[in-house]
């Protein structure tokens, strides 16, 4: 590593000017793809660099993240490099605060910590304790055990996991999850998905947390001693033909012989399942050089099968992340707390003590205010870290405030919340969307539709507030993905859907934020039969 | 001199010819960069149907799973075990 930074620099000459500070860092305008930073020469944090905007020179400013800033009180030499190839981008001695020891970032014991490009902590295997460790993989033998005795499949420690087991018996050291896998009984997706679903529910019912990310993975996570809990990954593998799919990263002819009957590995002093053949599944994985470590190994996955898994099983955790981290405060962006313009619009529209569902809610600022003026509110929302935060204020101030989660990518998180909350809730009930289209992509869209007509046909109004097309070129206050959509085709999709729009307000000044005045508009809709 | 005259007619029937059978193979490429812009087309055109398609195998999967998982008991008419269900299928999901 030495060699290499100082081989760099003596390449490139001095930086011309500081690009650490106490508050963060300034990527050079080359950069995009993932970068990390090391402190004396450890990695501490990478960087998905794309994520922040760029100044007028093309530079981006990133802040420090925010489980980092704690231990940033003292001296090191930041090395921010390339992550794939480690070239060096730059290289700064740095003094944090007032401290004159070496910076450090530990967890209890000297175990290290990186956080990751998602700004979590992360811990590699090779450094958690044996504890930890045994904790995981007495989880994964359950998983196992249920996915064989209760779901009646077929499964196996597969991917890193299976990789590490095949080369040294052990977790791969940089690797921070444990992966499984079954053979799916059915051939088509729409049946593997159906299967993928009964697998989390049974997982769910053993009282573990899962998620399941698409209709053919699940995550388990298994709660840990540094907070970011560990996945245990469930992928199904299956058939087409004579194609073996293994979710989302193979598509190749494998014969069944391969795969069953199940053998066996030593993985961490214990007897696992494995495939019959784990050689010819690992070539299928990772390529004829798998037995070679490669830190840096990266997916090379064919358009083909990407096409195809993207098409099958629909990707329903969209950006989540991203609102996780900005609702989280990692990306150093300051949400308001206090109501938004178009909640002082809607307020006085309102009947008196009418109940809101405040459809993808984010921090609760309006769901918060309408339930202080006296209107039970129930806050929606993607993202489980924002619902938890909003949740804690409405207790602590005693408001008529509930959250609760939908996914407005998941058809069926959309009409089972649509099903509860128009139950619960005395109609006519007030949808209130505000900054939400604009946020989805097209099914997104189309299920928010779905979501309006299960709760509003007995009654009451939506009011939308979204960018329009005329947006697109104005100034904004921050980067971040967004659509900007044409009134005229919203209002065509609303009638085509079965509502009906009776208000329309747009233009600008209706929303300013900071240094920024979005070309907007406002939707008020009933959707009656 | 005559000969000169000749020659130089030949040759700029010769040279009148080459032109001719340039302008052809323009106009056949021209064609044929058309034609083969349209298939590009085509393909992405094809290729974001069958996304559709590929999609709609999902779509059937989650009507199904809402179909067995709580419609049936709604149609058994069982408010009770309605209410109960709606709860924990949404909690799973």
Redesign the interface.
Known sequence: MTDLVSSHLAATGPTPRPRVSDEGLTLPAEVDATTDVLFDGRRVWSIAPFEFRPDSSGDRWVPWPRLLMPSLDGITTVTVMEHHNERVIFEEDHAFGAGTQRVRFEGPGGALRVIDKWGFIQRPFAHQSREIRDDLLNRAELILEILREECGLSAWIAFGSLLGAVRDGTMIGHDSDVDLAYLSSHEHPTDVAREMFHVSRTLQARGLSVSTRTGSFCAVSVPSEHGQATPIDVYACFYVGDTLYETASVGAPLPREAILPLGTVQFEGRTMPAPADTDALLEASYGPSWRVPDPAFAYDIPRAVKRRFNGWFIQSMKRRRYWDRLYGGMLGIDIPAEPSPFGAWVLPQLEPGAAVIDLGCGNGRDSLWFAEQGHPTTGLDFSPATLGRARKKAAAAGLPATFASVNLYDYRTTVTRAAIVARELPAPRTVYARFLLHQLERDGISNTWRFLDMTLRRGGRAFLEFRTHRDKERPHTYAGYRRFLDPDEICREIKAAGGSVVDRLEGSGLAPYQDEDPDICRLTVVWQR | MLSVMRSAGRLRERLDALQNRDDEQMRRMDKMTKQLDRLAARIEEL?EE??E???L??????????VQE?LIPVADRDEKRL?EL??T?????
């Open positions: 290729e069958i996304q398609e590929r999609a195998g999902m779509r059937v999967a989650q009507l199904s799973d809402i709580l209410k709606l709860g299928y949404a909690d799973s999901l």
